[in-house]
């Protein structure tokens, strides 16, 4: 049986970002360091799965949402227990949250993060 065990994202300040998605989440940083091509790299998650947020120093990464493109991320979701109190988080922050839906089997919204990437928070509580 095979299990997603991260998925990277090029940011322009991985530490920031990593500060960020641990506010959000109450997640942690699990490691960072040296990119192995460069630049530097945050790991950011829980103890089973992380977001490896990465930067390669002296090149700013594109902008603009890539989900539009073939092989471009659409968003990254999250599973929440309470989300409600994970809204209230991200209105915290300073990111405006858009697209609730409730649906069967649970309930959701999306946010942009500051580099643009699109985030879906899910409950299914």
């Known amino acids: 049986m095979a299990q997603l065990e991260h998925v990277n994202l090029t ?26 091509m460069g630049g530097n790299t945050v790991h950011v998650g829980t103890d089973t799965d992380y977001i490896a947020v990465y930067t390669l120093d002296g090149e700013p990464p594109g902008n603009g ?3 539009k493109y ?10 929440v227990d309470d989300l409600g109190a994970a809204e209230s988080r991200v209105i915290a922050a300073g990111l405006e949250p858009f697209n609730h839906m409730n649906y ?8 942009l993060d500051r580099d643009g990437i699109e985030f879906e928070v899910v409950s299914y509580t």
């Open 104 to 111: 069967e089997p649970g309930q959701r919204f999306y946010f």
């Open 11 to 36: 940011v322009c300040d991985p530490r920031a970002t990593a500060e960020l998605l641990c506010e959000l989440f109450e997640w942690h940083i699990r490691w960072e360091g040296p990119s192995q």
């Open 65 to 67: 949402r890539t989900g």
């Open 70 to 79: 073939k092989g471009g991320l659409n968003h990254v979701g999250v599973v």
